[in-house]
């Protein structure tokens, strides 16, 4: 069995489990934000009226909001406060980071376990060598929250084995973008994608996880990265409560195996309007763009931060664009102040924002005119989520947004790089 | 008898030798000032069929209310303003990053002793901090301003602030502003020119000299004044003004005042103003108790880089309080570097801070909004039914010691407790 | 101007804010029909009626005070009243009044004997305001103030008689302060 | 379980936020129910009646995993969705709220707009009577086939309480 089949054979209870059987596993961890918490907590209360089973498996993070901007936005969360206090579910407010950096930096997301979220990229967390995907509402609020489990079907897996290194300007994240276009959108549904080969073992946690974070965009259910020393060590320092690490056994079955060599790479830049729509940076240099974000799921990482701060380093943003940063977490905004980052990339002309994901939604921040573009480590770029239907977004490295921002349209950021 | 200030300076300004109180008169602002109401200086300028601008130089623009935009319609807006600033040759256009417009133009050098300022915005007052004149006025006479360089203004009479110091221990001018409109009420100065004289305000710093002046306008003023001295001088030079670039303007020593007032400051206590009016003003110890979902460090009244740094030194090694929420919204870009360089940003971060990109923010609704039966104590200068959220939410005014130390206990709290 | 002008009154009290007015919400329209419907919003549904079929509004001291947002007085004007009598006003919506060209009348004794529900009219060019069988007489506009407001406010003053003579006007300008 | 119904056809890779717009999340379902689908057919939202049957193609509702897309597709009450593929969380969605999904490699190219379409859910039968012709789509799990049954996972979240 591969490690997701072990993890779910643990979790209900039996000593075996095959691809496409349905399985009913105990969750140790639901990540819930301020949207879908919301959402889900409704159906809770009103169609499902039990108990909260396990309320300290149960995590809540505000981060599509900052700061509610409406009454509409202040009654919702308003309402989650006081659906975590009457189920004593942990709570973290507004300010404290995107769900799933916070989850992991306290500690929730520990190696072997089942993790759930409604959060579309909850599978991010099978970097920690979870079985961590995305459900809906009705599964957490109709047997989550009040029995501590859900249903499965055991996905079929498939191995991704990369191998090379990449060229000084291209990034972990180039490497990703370039799988979704290459796996394509829907490209991979209901699988477990297996990240593996020397490229993702030579990686640092943080830079992993952005593999797994892609997996739902190729429509796969969850992707993975058997825990190592590092994931190990890693994990140790932000908790002190055991964990049971599982990796697959040798004989593990796939139903295929993609062996990619990524030495020769270039940046890659996903162009709008869908996530698939991925182009090598020569493509789409040039266009120009007056909004600029390191944030999002996948950024705002204390690596984005130190990337964009090489490139802007004695550079200035563009008097055209705006660039604005938003941490993934409170820990990661004191950490950059720490290095001076904060400082320099405020006088390079960038805008600091609070923890969050940022313009993900547009509900803080983000919304653009119609034509107006953006360039950001979001995850996403579909029409309509940043204001106008006619605004566009593209997605790439922290390096390439920041030499964007410097140039005022997408711009390869070896020009940058001595 | 001689002149007060705002005699003088409107004098000057409608190229009159003598103007007196109650006479209508056409000024030329040296200034205009619009904040989010540019886009609608713009499109009624389009209405009017003309495109001529009188002085593209006397024309500020400052994105301030709702920075960055939350809607496509907003992003629209502040887009038009940005094209027309750079079609007209307005440079002294300042984008959503810049914060709000009164510091900024403060910051910048662009408001100077003896000049009149007009702004959308009524809490123009606050440029009286470095001896200009500064008043609130709607889009349209911004607009009208624009084309023809000029508009109506009534001569104000003039009322005289004597401010006696150093205040007490735990008390800020925001105290002394809370009490003088507790004292006076909402419409003790309608239509006046408020003069802040006396030897506290002698020695302050620019910073509490905006304090007082922005919020004499919840005194109903017209404008407000503090006499430009060595303080001003440096805090101009500091900006690229030499005192070559200026003339103050001083009221003669012995003017007409319909009204003058006296506070002593060395037996002030800290002041709170209760929901949902200004001068519904009581002595901390009265409300202290009170319980608070959500602390506010914010708006042109106080989120200066000193008052940031004060609402540090209460938070400094310290936890904001489970259940609160701490907002602050830095009022400008430059107070954002200064306090990330000394360290107070990180103090404020590491206390459970959310701390927003400069701007008006919960001031003008622009996020921090309220749900039924919250209650925020904020250091803005409002505290209107609605004006952050439910109009069953009540918003409490103090001083950033206040807002600090509220922030801890997370029920309104005494400031010198903690000093 | 020589009609009167008034109707149905609706009465309140001192201290009136521009948040109550319109809130700060509803700013992103400057339509004043659109703006008419949240006008009074925070005082309910039962006042909003009444002001939707009254004519005057009176308010007492320092009305309107707050903010310099001219959707105070425009939304007034969408709906439907045709003037505001006031023991005093704050000045920035004195002046958005004018402007937008809603007579605003600042008569103490006027505002202090009108009854909420009652009627009132206004003779501008005589500075008369009658109200409950009795006149009460105030200081009429000067002659700058009277002819914006016969052209329906700032706008249309200006583009009626001061565009026209721009380049005339230009010549007078004052010297400025140095900068 | 038979359905007869007509045919509204779709792209491939639609995303939720295409379902229902993301600042219509918290709207009440008779302002949501305005604007779905609308950016893919401007007709849809007004026009769909009951019983109509949605056919799209690759990775139908792929994007945010929340059930409302979901819950919104059922409000319009079209009677089923058929789709060359879906993504996997509105499949999920789908079958927890009672809203039966057929997949059928293939399909889109055999329909059109308007077509009168008959489908038999528990054997997977599709007929398109305008052309006569018939296909089948790959069979549903019994496991789902009961949820769908027992009017989705909530009213059956018992049974399956028990079993892990």
């Known amino acids: 069995m591969n490690m997701v089949e072990k993890i779910l054979a643990r979790a209900s209870g039996r000593k075996a489990v095959t691809p496409g059987e349905v399985v009913v596993a105990n969750v140790d961890c639901l990540l819930l934000h301020d949207l879908s918490g919301y959402l889900t907590a409704k159906v809770f209360e009103e169609q499902v009226k039990r108990p909260m089973r396990y309320p300290e498996r149960v995590v809540m993070i505000f981060d599509h909001h900052f700061s509610p901007p409406n009454e509409e936005q202040a009654v919702l969360l308003q309402q989650n406060r006081g659906f975590a206090r009457r189920h004593g579910i942990h709570l973290f407010d507004c300010g404290n980071g995107n769900t799933h950096h916070v989850g992991v930096q306290n500690g929730f997301i520990r190696p072997g376990t089942v993790v759930v979220g409604s959060d579309s990229h ?262 309509g989520r940043n204001g106008s239907p006619e605004a566009k977004m593209y997605l790439a490295s922290a390096l390439t947004v920041a030499a964007s921002a410097v140039k005022g349209c997408v711009a390869d950021p070896r020009e940058f790089l001595s | ?212 002046c922005n919020l004499a306008m919840e005194l109903g003023a017209k404008n407000a004044f503090v006499r430009p001295d060595e303080i001003t001088r440096s805090y101009l030079g500091e900006r690229g003004v030499p005192p070559g670039q200026y003339t103050e303007i001083h009221p003669d020593p012995d003017p007409v005042y319909v009204k003058s007032v006296t506070i002593d400051g060395r037996s002030l206590v800290p002041q709170i103003a209760c929901p949902h009016t200004v001068d519904n003003v009581k002595p901390i110890d009265q409300v202290a108790g009170t319980k608070v979902n959500q602390v506010f460090v914010g708006s042109c009244a106080n989120a200066k880089y000193e008052d940031l740094v004060e609402a540090a030194r209460i938070l400094k090694g310290r936890k904001i309080a489970p259940g609160v929420r701490l907002l602050v919204s830095p009022a400008s870009k430059e107070i954002v570097a200064r306090t990330v360089k000394d360290g107070t940003y990180s103090i404020l971060l590491e206390a459970g801070a959310l701390i927003t990109n400069p701007g008006c923010s919960a001031c003008a609704g622009d996020g921090g909004v309220m749900a039924d039966g919250e209650v925020t104590l904020s250091t803005a200068n409002r505290n209107f039914q609605g004006r952050m959220g439910s109009y069953n939410a009540e918003i409490y005014l103090g001083s950033p010691a206040v807002a600090a130390a509220t922030a801890v206990r997370g029920v309104i709290t005494d400031p010198r407790e903690f000093l | 101007m020589t009609e009167k002008i008034g109707g149905r009154l609706i009465k309140f009290g001192d201290n009136v804010n521009t948040d109550v007015i319109i809130p700060g919400r509803y700013l992103v329209s400057i339509d004043p029909q659109e703006l008419a419907k949240h006008a009074f919003e925070p005082m309910g549904t039962e006042v909003q009626k009444r002001l939707w079929s009254s004519q005057v509004v009176v308010g007492g001291k320092n009305f309107g005070c707050g903010s310099a947002r001219e959707q105070a007085a425009s939304c007034l004007i969408g709906c439907g009243i045709k003037a505001v009598v006031a023991k005093s006003f704050s000045r920035v919506f004195f002046r958005n009044c004018i402007n937008t060209g809603l007579p605003a009348v600042e008569c103490s004794e006027a505002a202090e004997a009108a009854l909420d529900g009652g009627e009132l009219w206004i003779d501008l060019e005589q500075g008369m305001v009658e109200v409950q069988g009795e006149s009460f007489s105030f200081a009429s506009y000067p002659e700058s103030l009277k002819q914006i407001l016969e052209a329906g406010g700032l706008i249309p003053y200006l583009a009626k008689y001061v565009l026209p003579q721009q380049e005339a006007l230009k010549r007078h300008t004052p010297e400025l302060s140095r900068r | 379980m038979e359905i007869r119904g007509r045919c509204w056809k779709f792209g491939d890779n639609i995303p939720t936020d295409k379902i229902v717009r993301t600042d219509m999340i918290f709207k009440p379902w008779s302002e949501i129910l305005k604007h779905v689908l609308e950016s893919c057919n401007p007709e849809f939202p007004a026009k769909v009646k009951p019983g109509d049957i949605v056919v799209a193609g690759k990775h139908f509702g792929q994007s945010s995993g929340r059930a409302i897309a979901a819950k919104a597709m059922k409000q319009t009450k079209v009677g089923c969705i058929i789709a060359e593929s879906f993504a996997r969380t509105f499949y999920r969605n789908g079958f927890e709220i009672g809203m039966p999904l057929l997949e059928c490699p293939g399909i889109t190219a055999q329909v059109s707009d308007g077509d009168i379409l008959r489908v038999e859910i528990e054997s997977g039968k599709i007929v398109n009577e305008k052309t006569g012709g018939e296909f089948e789509a790959k069979p549903t799990p019994p496991f789902l086939l009961d949820m769908l049954k027992a009017g989705g996972l909530i009213a059956m979240a018992d049974r399956l309480a028990g079993e892990g």
């Open chain 2, 1 to 212: 008898m001689g002149k007060a200030f705002a005699e003088k300076v409107l004098a000057r300004a409608a190229g009159l030798s003598d103007v007196r109180p109650g006479e209508i008169v056409d000024v030329y602002p040296d200034l205009y000032m619009s904040h989010m109401a540019s886009w609608r200086c713009i499109r009624t300028l389009e209405k009017m069929g003309t495109d001529k601008l009188y002085d593209p130089e006397r024309i500020a623009m400052v994105m301030d209310h709702i920075s960055p935009a939350r809607i496509a319609k907003t992003a629209d807006d502040q887009r038009l303003c940005r094209e027309f600033a750079v079609r007209k040759g307005i440079n002294k256009f300042y984008d959503v990053e810049a914060g709000i417009a009164h510091v900024v133009l403060m910051e910048a050098g662009h408001i100077r002793p003896g000049m009149v300022v007009i702004g959308t915005d009524s809490h123009s007052t606050i440029y009286g901090a470095l001896g200009a004149l500064g008043t609130g006025v709607g889009f349209s006479e911004i607009t009208a301003a624009w084309v023809t360089g000029k508009l109506w203004m009534k001569v104000p009479e003039s009322i005289k602030v004597i401010i006696e110091g150093p205040l007490a221990r735990g008390t800020s001018s925001k105290d002394v502003m809370l009490k003088l409109i507790g004292d006076l009420t909402a419409d003790g100065a309608t239509y006046c020119s408020v003069e802040f004289h006396g030897s506290y305000v002698e020695r302050l710093s620019i910073s509490d000299r905006m304090t007082l």
């Open chain 1, 122 to 383: 909850t599978p991010i967390h099978g970097t920690l060598g979870c079985f961590a995907t995305g459900l809906g509402n009705d599964s957490h609020a109709g047997t989550v929250m009040p029995f501590g489990k859900a249903w499965f079907r055991v996905p079929e897996a498939i191995q991704v084995r990369l191998t090379g290194r990449h060229k000084p300007g291209v990034t972990p994240r180039d490497v990703v973008q370039w799988l979704i276009g290459t796996i394509g959108e829907g490209g991979a549904i209901y699988k477990a994608l297996e990240f593996t080969g020397p490229y993702i073992h030579e990686l640092g946690v943080w830079d992993r996880w952005l593999f797994p974070m892609i997996t739902v965009d190729v429509g796969a259910k969850c992707g993975y990265i058997e825990p190592d020393e590092k994931t190990i060590a890693f994990v140790r320092s932000l908790t002190d409560r055991p964990f049971d690490p599982v990796t697959g056994d040798r004989d593990s079955t796939y139903e295929a195996v993609w062996d990619w060599e990524i030495s020769d790479l270039e940046p890659q830049v996903t162009c709008p309007p869908t996530v698939g729509y991925v182009k090598p940076i020569g493509a789409a240099a040039g266009a120009p763009i007056q909004w600029a974000e390191l944030g999002g799921h996948g950024g705002g990482r204390i690596e984005d931060i130190r990337m964009a701060a090489q490139i802007l380093r004695n550079r200035k943003v563009a008097p055209e664009v705006k660039f604005n940063l938003v941490p993934s977490s409170r820990a990661v905004f004191t950490q950059a102040i720490r290095e001076g980052l904060v400082e320099l990339l405020h006088e390079a002309g960038a805008t600091w924002f609070p923890a969050s994901t940022g313009s993900n939604q547009a509900i803080n921040m983000g919304a653009m005119a119609a034509d107006e573009t953006m360039i950001s480590t979001h995850a996403r770029n579909f029409p």
